[in-house]
């Protein structure tokens, strides 16, 4: 039994599963890596975490693991619809299904549910980049010396090996395509501020919006700082799915 998938994402480079047993073989990789799943039932604002307990590849099913936190277990009942989203080995996910079937074992649930009809995944690049929802605050403070004029521009997006920001057409710096930033300034939302050196790796004129969008790798990072940034990245990246709206 297969139920209606939600739309496909509105991002680039999402790819879709159909065939019954390719999904069959990624909900097994979910399940042998024990993968935290974000779940969100229909109408319900909050996500909870789960996990994938077994695979029923014969009659195309799978078993969930109860929710956490526990309360959001009444909500699964069966005919409930759910969105399950998260990342494994480097590639993100998204499917809808709905709760077949509800049990528990020792006073623990656990729920069947049929495969989805469609499952979106997209492949990670080595330096997954997350865009900086409003409402965070995270400012980039730029300058080409140590000790020239600085400029203070919020964070456009984020990455292990990088970062972007908006600019002005006006800016008073003149950014160029391999210029180096000395001493950079990163608010990372709710992760503290680093500091480190830059390199400009792309320009891009927007005329329309009045604005260029500047693209900086990290140079010579400390592994301690990088960490740093990758904790920051995840945290965005939850912050992302979790306000995505139910779809389908």
Not at 48 to 73: C, I, K, W
Not at 80 to 104: W, Y
Not at 139 to 165: I, K, M, Q, W, Y
Not at 195 to 223: M, Q, W, Y
């Amino acid at each position: 039994m297969h139920v209606n998938a939600p739309e496909r994402p509105d991002r680039d480079g999402f790819e879709t599963i159909t065939s019954p047993k390719q999904v069959a073989e990624f909900l097994r990789k979910l399940q042998t890596r024990n993968n935290q799943i974000s779940a969100q039932p229909a109408g319900f604002p909050e996500t909870f975490t789960t996990s994938v307990l077994q695979v029923d590849a014969h009659n195309q099913r799978m078993m969930l693991d109860e929710l956490v936190p526990t309360y959001g277990n009444k909500l699964l009942v069966p005919g409930t619809s759910i969105v399950l989203r998260g990342h494994s080995g480097g590639i993100r996910f998204v499917m809808k299904t709905e709760v077949s079937e509800a049990d528990n074992e020792n006073g623990i649930k656990f729920y069947w549910l049929p495969f989805p009809a469609l499952l979106h995944y997209q492949q990670r690049r080595s330096a997954f980049r997350v865009r900086v929802g409003l409402g965070l605050n995270a400012n980039a403070r730029l300058s080409l010396e140590s000790d020239g004029p600085e400029l203070t521009t919020e964070l456009f997006d984020l990455s292990a090996g990088g970062f972007c920001v908006m600019l002005p057409q006006d800016t008073v710096l003149d950014l160029q395509h391999g210029d180096r930033l000395a001493s950079c300034k990163i608010e990372l939302p709710r992760h503290g501020i680093i500091t480190v050196d830059a390199e400009i790796r792309h320009v891009s004129d927007h005329p329309r919006f009045g604005c260029k969008l500047i693209g900086i790798s990290f140079v010579n990072v400390a592994p301690d700082t990088i960490r740093q940034v990758q904790r920051c990245v995840t945290f965005l990246e939850r912050e992302q799915m979790r306000k995505q709206p139910n779809t389908g």
